[in-house]
Structure formats: C-alpha cells, structure tokens
C-alpha cells in the first residue's frame, strides 16, 4: 500500500483511449484533476466508449496528439503503446512534467496489498491462477492490470488484496510500485519494437522488484537468467521455482542469485512440492493439473509458491490448481481429429513462447508466422527434429521459409483456415497441429484472439466433416 497522491488541480493528460486509457481519465477527473485526453483515433473511430468522458467534463483532442497538450501538464499517464522514448514524452520531460503508467498512478492510491506477475510469457496464466487461488481460500482477489481489468478500477472495488499483471511497458514509468509478492516468471527477447534492446527490456521488468524491501518476496524461475539477475539486484527476500527437486532448484538458483533463498518450489514423486513459511508441503499430483506443457506447470510453481507465502494452506492451494481451467489462446487443446491433436497457441506472439509450447511435444506441424516485432526467429530451428512440418503464414513468411525450407516440411499459407488445411494433410495418428505463431498477429487480424478463434473454427470444421 502507497502513500497517496493529491490530484485535485493537477493538470493530467491520458494518452491513448483504449480501455484503460478511459478508465485513467475518469479515474483522474473524479478526483478533481483537470484532464485532457488524446488519441489518434478520430471521434467517430473511437466510438461510444469516450461519451462517459464528455459528461465528466474531459478535455478530448482526437485525430493527433498535439505538442502544447504535452508540455502544459502536471502528469501525463500514456497507454502502453507509447514508447518511453517518443519525442512528445521526452519534450514533456523536458519540461519537468512527471510521467507515470496507469500501474503507477493506481498504486498510489492502493489501499489493499498488491502482488505482482511479470514476464515474457505466462503472465496471464500466472495471474489467474493466483487470484482464483486466493479466491478459494475465502480472500476477495481480484486479478487487474495488463490483463484487461485496468488497476484503476481494481483499487476502486472492494478487494481484499490486488493479484496484479504488469508488462515492461508499464513496469518502465513506474517510481513507487512496490508489490508485497514479485513473480518474474522469464525473460526472453521481445518488444524490439518498443525497447531498444534486451538490456533495455530486462532493466524495465527489474523495476518490478526496484522499490522492494526486505519485508517483501521476490521469487523467480530458477532456469532463466534474466529473472535471476533481476533477484540479483533486488533487497527483497529471494525464492524461486524450477522443474526438479528441491534441492536441485536451490543450488541452481542460488547460484544464479548470489544469495540464499527463503523457498523454492518444484518437483518430487510426481508432484509439484512448494515451501512455505512453515516448510515444504505437496501440492498436488502433476498428472492432475489440466494446463498443458512444462512452462504451465511453472506457471503452478510460481502461483502456489506466491500463495503459501500469502498465507494460504497447502491444500486449499492443490484444490484450486487442480480445478483451474486453461485460459484460451494458451496452449489450448480444441480437438483431436482422426487422432491428431489441435492446439491453439496464439498467445504465443515470440519465439521464446513458441519454444515453450513445442517443449514435451514430438511430432509436431506447426503454424507460425505474423510480424516479428523486430525479433529474430532462428532460434525457432533448434526444435526442428521434432516438427513434422512447417506452415508459415504473414509477413514472417518469407524469414520461416529460409530457415526451414530444405530442413523440414514447408509450405506457405495465406491465411490460418488456409494453414489448417495445409497441416491437417501431413499429420497423421499421434500428431499434434500447433497454431503457436511466434509473432504478433496485428499484420493479418486484429488480435491474437481472433487468430486462435478462426484456428479453432477450422478444426471444428474439420471435425464435422469427419
């Protein structure tokens, strides 16, 4: 919990007006702040969704950003899309004017605990699953963030603690953020569209960890030497999870961090084992959790490690992994077609997220492409002795036929039915289609969602047709 802040008089401007950018000017404005809001997008683009913002007397500028909304402010609060160095935001700092992400300014007026999840991949999983755990032990958790339910909101409503998914956008204009529990679950190369490198990123998800202090928990994987660097230059007190025994996960962590830990979690007879504050305790069976693949079952790792250490009993912690669902998009089973399973994968928009997918699958056509943010995808070639074929489809097109064409099956696809198609014709029995793009899907669809949404449509097709 924050000390709070004074808005009232403040002059704030909210950049970009998608949810959390409205959310952020009523936020503001209901407190007395005199705002202004601007979007590229002009009024009838937008849509009904700035109405509420004209009754609360928001200043709105559409169709462009203009210079003097920038340099004449208190606070300017901007939608991730808004890279730190975009010459708008660095003329306002110029000025003086502070810059704050929407996670900034909600957690100033946070009046519950806050744990955080960031990463490259997992983090929606990990959200998720840590609130629905907190939910079965009788505590009102609420998950917020960059998971779609902005953080502004969330302190608003009548929570109990705040499970709260942040991204390296957000993480990079935030100065007081300090979450009681930090997950960093990985990571890998991503965003080079928006940082300028991978020390770049890596130095925003350490902000995660910047303000922590000894009274808290920062646990990470052990595997990945991005989230230990990050333990590594933090005060808060270190945990961390990884796929082994106890001790394995220990020494490989501790050897990475540099200090002792305080808890591990991982796996022994079978079963994901984590400690607490009173000491190592089963969770429950692995054959028995429904999320598919290795990297979800760190994602239980680190959800039931965070949960022992906020108090909650062991077995309510197996009865509530054990129950929880898969998200969509997220290595999601859609069928199994003449014995060939369909896995919807599209969350998957970077190569470290594709590797993670094909981890414990063999014999595998796989669908990928869209537009690579900047980001090689070479590294997509080592796990080629395990694909059955390649189907590349979008702008990564063309860099998935050089690397794979002569070395695996390869084909090209206009479109994902198109893919579906291609893929179904090589599988065969014991095969899995993996719709697992390693790329953002923005060059073809308007989301990773409607990617995965005609992905699955096509396997049902598929199915009725059999």
């Known amino acids: 919990m924050a000390d709070s802040f004074e808005l009232r008089g403040k002059r704030v401007l909210v950049v970009g007006l998608a949810r959390t950018g409205v959310a952020t000017a009523l936020f503001c404005a209901s407190r007395g ?11 009838n683009e937008i849509g009904e969704a700035i109405a509420p913002l004209r009754t609360a007397d928001v200043k709105l500028e559409l169709g462009g950003h203009p210079e003097n909304a920038f340099l004449e402010q208190d606070l300017i609060v901007p939608s991730p899309g808004v890279p730190a160095d975009a010459p708008l935001l660095q003329a306002a700092r110029g000025k003086g004017v502070s810059i704050w992400s929407e996670v900034e300014l909600a957690w100033r007026f946070a009046r519950v605990p806050v744990l955080a999840v960031t990463g490259t991949n997992g983090k929606t999983t990990t959200t998720s699953l840590l609130a629905s755990i907190l939910q079965a032990g009788g505590q009102r958790a609420v998950a917020a963030g960059n998971i779609g339910y902005p953080l502004v909101e969330a302190v608003q409503s009548p929570a109990e603690v705040i499970v709260c998914e942040v991204s390296s956008f957000q993480l990079t204009f935030c100065h007081t953020f300090r979450p009681s ?25 350490a902000r995660i960890a910047r303000v922590q202090t000894a009274a808290d928990l920062l646990a990470v994987s052990a595997g990945n030497r991005g989230a230990a660097f990050v333990a590594r230059q ?56 429904r999320l598919v693949g290795p990297h979800n079952l760190e994602n239980v790792l680190a959800a039931s ?67 690579a943010k900047g980001l090689a995808l070479s590294a997509l070639v080592a796990e080629a ?14 860099e998935l036929e050089s690397l794979f064409s002569g070395v695996v099956r390869f084909a090209r ?29 923005l060059d073809q669809y308007a989301s990773y969602a409607e990617r995965g949404d005609r992905f699955a449509a096509a396997v049902r097709r598929l199915e009725a047709q059999r």
């Open 385 to 398: 002795p395990r694909l059955a074929g390649v189907v590349a489809m979008g702008e990564a097109a063309g």
């Open 305 to 371: 490690l965070a949960a022992l250490w906020w108090g909650r009993d062991p077995e309510e912690v197996g009865a509530a992994v054990g129950a929880f669902e898969p998200l969509a998009h997220r290595s999601t089973l859609i069928g199994e077609v003449d014995g060939v399973r369909y896995i919807d994968d599209s969350k998957a928009t970077n190569p470290h997220a594709t590797l993670s997918a094909l981890r414990g699958l063999d014999r595998v056509v796989l669908i990928a492409g869209g537009r």
């Open 181 to 205: 529990i930090a997950l960093v679950l990985n990571v890998a190369d991503d965003h080079y569209d928006w940082h300028t490198d991978y020390d770049d990123y890596l130095r925003a998800k």
């Open 413 to 441: 696809a206009s479109w994902v039915e198109d893919a579906v198609e291609v893929a179904a014709g090589w599988a065969g029995p014991g095969d899995t289609v993996l719709l697992s793009p390693a790329c953002a899907s």
């Open 33 to 43: 702040a005199i705002v202004t809001a601007t979007d590229t997008r002009t009024e």
């Open 234 to 289: 933090a005060r808060a007190r270190p945990a961390a999870w990884g796929l082994a025994d106890l001790d394995s996960v220990r020494a490989s962590a501790e050897g990475r961090v540099g200090r002792p830990l305080v808890a591990v979690a991982g796996i022994e007879g079978g079963a994901v084992v984590a400690e607490g504050p009173a000491g190592p305790a089963p969770i429950l069976e692995v054959a028995k959790i």
